[in-house]
Nanobody, 121 residues
Framework: QVQLVESGGGSVQPGGSLRLSCVAS????????VGWYRQAPGKQRELVAA???????NYADSVRGRFTISRDNAKNTVYLQMNSLKPEDTAVYSC???????????????WGQGTQVTVSS
């Protein structure tokens, strides 16, 4: 069984920084694409940042230049460094990963439980 567990959320003042982590555990052969999503109250979930298995990265326009996605394959961990945080960044942040469990090319999508980020003065 594969689990994704996020950490690093919390409350911060505008202009502050947080670093989210997402650790994948279980029987994992390879982690392919990864992504961070967020959902604010009353809004749809949106993609924040994603990295393909080939390394290409996409950011939402609203976070480009402030957020950075990265990964440590040896630790099965994905990070989201968030700088210059704004009140509109307040949301539950969740990680997603497409994971190959066996060496057969079949990928499955997994989600973490989410971590709350609150930006307020």
């Amino acid at each position: 069984q594969v689990q994704l567990v996020e950490s690093g959320g919390g409350s911060v003042q505008p202009g502050g920084s947080l670093r989210l982590s997402c650790v994948a555990s279980g029987s994992i052969f390879r982690i392919h694409s990864v992504g961070w999503y967020r959902q604010a109250p009353g809004k749809q979930r949106e993609l924040v940042a994603a990295q393909s298995s080939g390394g290409s990265i996409n950011y939402a326009d609203s976070v480009r230049g402030r957020f950075t996605i990265s990964r440590d394959n040896a630790k099965n961990t994905v990070y989201l460094q968030m700088n210059s945080l704004k009140p509109e960044d307040t949301a539950v942040y969740s990680c997603n990963a497409n994971i190959e469990l066996n060496d057969n090319g079949i990928q499955r999508s997994y989600w973490g439980q989410g971590t709350q980020v609150t930006v307020s003065s």
